[in-house]
Every structure is written in C-alpha cells, then in structure tokens.
C-alpha cells in the first residue's frame, strides 16, 4: 500500500521540507505514523484519502516540533531544474512556498484534483470552510503575485 502510494508521501513532505529537515526524515514519519495507526483504519475512506491525511497531520506536527527548539524556519519547496520556458511553474512554487501550512496543504490537494468533498475529508474541514479558505488562498496568491 505505501509503495503504491509513494507519490502521495513524497509529494506531502515536499511542501513541508526544508535544508535542516530533508525530505527522507518527513517520508520516514510519515511511513511510522501510518504503520501505527493502520489497526484502526476503518475503511470508510479510500487509501489514499486516509494516507493525505496521516501524510499532512504528520507533516504539521513535525514542523510544530522543529519550531518549537529553533527560530521559525522558512519552509521550502525543492524545484527540481525546471527550464526558462516554465517561469509560471517557478512563480506558482514560489507562491505557494509563502502560503501558511493550511493554505499550502490545501493548494496541494487541489493541484492534485481533490474534489471539496476529498479536500474536506483529508483536512477535517467542512466543505464549505473548503471553498472558502480555497477561495481567499487563490485571491490571496493573486495579490501576492501582483506585488
């Protein structure tokens, strides 16, 4: 189940890593905390609904507990090489590395083609606080963007 769902681990802990906290320390919490809490998966939600959510929950708390020994740290987003011709994509990273945690999370499950119903099963959030938060982060990296 984890090595079918790699992509989603790794991708999670790309928005959450930084230089001090490389990205194979966020996999290898993430792969613990799912380990642990398999036994009490129900099954009422698709693995990789169930594997998001473990994935973001992990994610946020690592960086709760990093800040806690150490001066908030500027989370990063590695971008792999990408060409002149995707200056967009370089922007969109760009934006979405100055979002809060929960903005971040929940652009990425909407870049990933989550509908609301997914985005607010993942998160715990209602649909509707879903829609709106989505709504004022996407105005919110429009503003960003024009400054």
């Given amino acids: 189940m984890i090595q079918q769902n790699e992509g989603i681990i790794y991708?999670?802990?790309?928005?959450?890593?930084?230089?001090?906290?490389?990205?194979?320390d966020l996999y290898q919490e993430i792969v613990l905390n799912l380990w642990k809490s398999y036994p009490s998966f129900r099954g009422e939600?698709?693995?990789?609904?169930?594997i998001y959510r473990?994935?973001?929950?992990?994610?946020?708390?690592?960086y709760r507990r990093s800040t806690r020994n150490i001066n908030i740290v500027d989370i990063a987003i590695d971008i792999p090489d990408i060409?002149?011709?995707?200056?967009?994509?370089?922007?969109?990273?760009?934006?979405?590395?100055?979002l809060g945690k929960i903005e971040?999370?929940?652009?990425?499950?909407?870049?990933?083609?989550?509908?609301?119903?997914?985005?607010?099963?993942?998160?715990?959030?209602?649909?509707?606080?879903?829609?709106?938060?989505?709504n004022r982060t996407k105005e919110k990296m429009k503003q960003m963007s024009n400054k």
């Fill in 54 to 62: 473990i994935a973001l929950n992990t994610c946020v708390s690592f």
């Fill in 83 to 98: 060409t002149d011709n995707n200056d967009q994509i370089k922007e969109l990273y760009s934006l979405i590395n100055r």
């Fill in 45 to 50: 939600s698709k693995y990789s609904t169930w």
């Fill in 104 to 134: 971040r999370a929940l652009v990425l499950l909407y870049l990933d083609d989550k509908s609301y119903k997914e985005i607010a099963e993942i998160t715990g959030l209602s649909v509707t606080n879903v829609a709106t938060k989505l």
């Fill in 11 to 24: 991708k999670v802990a790309s928005f959450y890593t930084d230089k001090e906290y490389p990205i194979g």
